[in-house]
């Protein structure tokens, strides 16, 4: 029996969580069960690179920098054309804008749509709101990755028995070998706090924590914080630094592609965001064995057990998030503790074999039953 075709549509390929998660879904597909078809509406990111150690080159279905013009409805005519050409089990939608042209252009082929929502929607505006929700409402089902969103869509209208809970995964072996690389370039010294997240919206706050640094450094003047990303906000961010007079000790690391290797070299990790699904960031602290300060909001009180992995604090409040930051610097075996701890939770509920199974029975539920009559069509 031949393997089943997936479309994975994805937007770009960028340095992401949801990007990283996407590729980590095509290369621990079983080849002998699902082919992965990738599919994008630009082809940029840096995971591209991945994609292609996996012999995997994206079809470009390129539909512009807007959705309602009317080469649109050409692309998801020739979606739906590609779909069925290459005799298409399924299309498993990644994004907003796939999810949106992926419905339309499997409801078009005749074949089962998995959309994804992996966030709390806080980028999704103007007419994307409306469009996000009817893709929704017609795919077969919503891929979520945090009981908060699967919320948040069943409030929007979905059947709760189309929506289906997949977290995250973590490669552990992966991620191991690569926090054993040293980081280029180096980390001076200091008692380092990681911050990972990108800098295109406020929704990070890392405002929040640029402030609560200040209050760190006044009882561990040699704490140092690199902030792991980039974005459109980052000048702003920098002169915060320095109009707080922080700046000599934050470090703007861009985004690294070593960035296991600094969080490996750091002692505590902090999450400021204002909104979050399951945040990659948090996962790879905890696996890495770092105790994690992080806000109480969306996904992460599902990775952080406050007192026991790390401690959570309320969104918005630099006090509470330099104290903990400050018991996490202080108390050295405690830390150490936490993040054995959070190892452990990652080990046993994160791993990347629990994601593969998850998506497999999700692939298997709307797919597994069109690959004899897929081949029978083809004899």
């Known amino acids: 029996m031949s393997a089943a075709k997936v479309l994975v549509f994805q937007n770009r390929f960028l340095i992401g969580g949801q990007e990283r998660q996407t590729v980590l879904n ?4 079983d080849r002998g ?33 807007r959705m309602l013009r009317p080469n649109t409805a050409w692309q998801v005519s020739r979606i739906a054309r590609f779909v069925r050409e290459q005799g298409i089990a399924l299309v498993h939608a990644q994004d907003i804008y796939t999810n949106v042209l992926g419905s339309l252009a499997a409801r078009l082929a005749g074949v089962p749509v998995i959309v994804t929502r992996v966030d709390l929607g806080h980028h999704i505006t103007g007419y994307r709101r409306p469009l996000t929700r009817l893709a929704c409402l017609r795919a077969d ?10 919320d948040l869509v069943i409030r929007e209208g979905v059947e709760p028995d189309r929506v289906a809970v997949v977290r995250n995964g973590v490669d552990l072996r992966a991620l191991d070998r690569a926090a054993r690389e040293l980081p280029d370039p180096g980390l001076p010294e200091g008692a380092w ?15 929040d924590l640029l402030v609560a640094f200040r209050e760190v450094l006044r009882e561990h003047p040699t704490a140092r914080l690199a902030l792991v990303g980039d974005g459109v906000r980052r000048p702003l961010l ?8 922080v700046a000599a000790r934050v470090h703007f690391l861009g985004f690294r592609r070593d960035a296991p290797a600094v969080l490996a070299r750091c002692a505590a990790a902090a999450s400021s965001s204002h909104a979050e699904g399951i945040s990659n960031a948090i996962l790879e602290a905890m696996a890495l064995r770092l105790p994690v300060v992080a806000t109480a909001v969306g996904g992460s009180p599902e990775l952080v057990r406050d007192g026991t992995t790390g401690w959570l604090v309320p969104p918005g409040s630099p006090g509470a998030l330099a104290r903990r930051l400050c018991d996490a610097l202080a108390d050295g075996e ?3 503790r936490m ?12 791993e990347v074999g629990q994601m593969r199974l998850g998506y497999d029975a999700l692939y298997d539920e709307l797919a597994g039953w069109r690959v004899p009559r897929l081949i029978a069509g083809s004899a």
């Open 26 to 29: 095509v290369q621990t597909m």
């Open 33 to 65: 069960r699902w082919e992965p078809v990738v599919a994008c509406l630009h082809l940029e990111g840096e995971h591209l690179d991945d994609l292609a150690r996996e012999g995997i080159r994206p079809v470009l279905f390129d539909v512009g920098r």
């Open 141 to 150: 089902r919503v891929l979520v990755n945090a009981m908060c969103i699967r």
């Open 193 to 207: 706090i990681a911050n990972v997240a990108n800098m295109h919206h406020p929704v990070k706050g890392q405002t």
């Open 238 to 245: 920098e002169r915060l630094a320095g109009q707080l007079g």
């Open 334 to 336: 405690r830390a150490r």
């Open 339 to 350: 993040g054995a701890r959070g190892r452990a939770l990652v080990e046993r509920e994160f």
